[in-house]
């Protein structure tokens, strides 16, 4: 009994000398998303210049909202010059997006999870990814003209349409921005209560 009564007290004295890191995951995967952030930065315009380079006019009329047969004329390389600049722009408000990201992953990191920083970071991140998918839907409008400006009159195209994908990164952009505003009023709240003591 007092042998086993003797040991307790260091096995307890072990554990608070050498606590364990709570948010270890956290700064492990934060790691990780700052890799993956800056592989998304850096790849997405160059798969961008790549699919306007060789894709088919099949391809790119589907993603102008326009029929497959709707492009009748063979489309110049001006044509698919112009359309990657003007599908760029809703790419380049995402990796606007992208960046916040980025930074508010080095934050967490470093172990700064719950601060003002990180949260304004999280809430431009929201901005800047609702912006790109709105861009996305008037550059896919301005891509249908773009594409069947060499046709006949009469079967040129103005296609407007809003997807599935772009709700969703609607909801996404909203959901960021509301769990950003939570955690800001949380923030709030501990250094209102901080006064208080």
């Not at 307790?8 to 270890?24: C, I, K």
């Not at 029929?67 to 003007?86: E, F, K, N, T």
């Not at 912006?131 to 006949?152: E, F, G, K, R, Y």
């Not at 079967?155 to 407007?160: D, E, G, V, Y």
Request: net charge positive; with cysteine.
């Amino acid at each position: 009994m007092s042998r086993e009564s003797s040991m307790h007290p260091t096995h307890r004295n072990h554990r608070t000398l050498h606590p364990a890191d709570p948010l270890r995951h956290v700064r492990r995967t934060s790691r990780l998303m700052v890799w993956a952030c800056w592989a998304l930065i850096l790849l997405l315009p160059a798969a961008l210049v790549g699919y306007w380079a060789v894709a088919g006019g099949e391809q790119l009329a589907s993603h102008a909202n326009l029929p497959a047969s709707a492009i009748g004329a063979p489309l110049q390389p001006w044509q698919r010059l112009v359309g990657a600049g003007v599908m760029g722009l809703p790419l380049a408000l995402l990796l606007v997006g992208l960046w916040q990201a980025k930074r508010c992953f080095e934050q967490f990191a470093q172990g700064q999870v719950f601060t003002e920083q990180a949260t304004d970071l999280l809430r431009r991140f929201a901005g800047w990814v609702a912006a790109a998918a709105l861009a996305a839907i008037v550059a896919s409008a301005a891509t249908s003209v773009l594409l069947t400006l060499h046709n006949p009159p009469g079967m040129r195209h103005l296609a407007l349409g809003i997807g599935s994908n772009h709700l969703f990164t609607f909801f996404f952009a909203g959901l960021v921005w509301l769990m950003a505003a939570v955690i800001g009023q949380g923030q709030a709240l501990a250094e209102e209560n901080e006064g208080f003591v």
